[in-house]
T-cell receptor
Framework: GNSVTQMEGPVTLSEEAFLTINCTYT??????LFWYVQYPGEGLQLLLK?????DKGSNKGFEATYRKETTSFHLEKGSVQVSDSAVYFC????????????FGKGTSLLVTP | EAGVAQSPRYKIIEKRQSVAFWCNPI?????LYWYQQILGQGPKLLIQ????????DSQLPKDRFSAERLKGVDSTLKIQPAKLEDSAVYLC???????????FGPGTRLTVT
């Protein structure tokens, strides 16, 4: 079945550092890939998405590229801010699961001034 | 556009009691999902509706959990009787038909003592 594996946290970075959160997936067919973010005390928000191989999703300075050859969708940001502190979830959606989302376990990011 | 509404936001009950959660999806969204998010984990699908029909309830513990979506709009999720391991955040999400993008509500945090 479909599954997502993402790097474990917590990740602690200083402000303006480079961020990478690794995500790999297992799926049949051609899933869509997502990054969701959960800020403290808030609900899940879609951060970015990619629907086919080699697509790059981007939003708020975050980027991720759908790599079918390595089954990966790593999240990157060139310069993190304190306000980026949150939990980040990688997820996939496939037609064989009725478009329901399979989530990774989440990676907690703490950015310090 | 109003988002996905859920109530209550918080609920504390004793084990063996019953509890119900309510979700009102975004207007016009045919697909509705209930997810369970245990602390420190990613959300896990419990049940998916398309209009008022069930698409997937394979991960719903049917001996104690039930859900319905009468008239294809609002939905309720019930647990009876609750167990300690049911302590989690219950998330409702909705999406337009055949869309891979889901919109999440704020969730209901359930604590079973």
């Amino acid at each position: 079945g479909n599954s997502v594996t993402q790097m474990e946290g917590p990740v602690t970075l200083s402000e303006e550092a480079f961020l990478t959160i690794n995500c790999t997936y297992t799926a049949t067919g051609y899933p869509s890939l997502f990054w969701y973010v959960q800020y403290p005390g808030e609900g899940l928000q879609l951060l970015l998405k990619a629907t086919k191989a080699d697509d790059k999703g981007s939003n708020k300075g975050f980027e991720a590229t759908y790599r079918k050859e390595t089954t990966s969708f790593h999240l990157e940001k060139g310069s993190v801010q304190v306000s980026d502190s949150a939990v980040y979830f990688c997820a996939l959606s496939g037609v064989d699961s009725g478009y329901a989302l399979n989530f990774g376990k989440g990676t907690s990011l703490l950015v310090t001034p | 556009e109003a988002g996905v509404a859920q109530s209550p936001r918080y609920k504390i009950i004793e084990k063996r009691q019953s509890v119900a959660f309510w979700c009102n999806p975004i207007s016009g969204h045919a697909t509705l999902y209930w997810y369970q998010q245990i602390l420190g984990q990613g959300p896990k699908l419990l049940i998916q509706f398309q209009n008022n029909g069930v698409v997937d309830d394979s991960q719903l513990p049917k001996d104690r959990f039930s859900a319905e979506r009468l008239k294809g709009v609002d939905s309720t999720l019930k647990i009876q009787p609750a167990k300690l391991e049911d302590s989690a955040v219950y998330l409702c999400a909705s999406s337009p038909s055949h869309s891979r993008e889901q919109y999440f509500g704020p969730g209901t945090r359930l604590t079973v003592t």
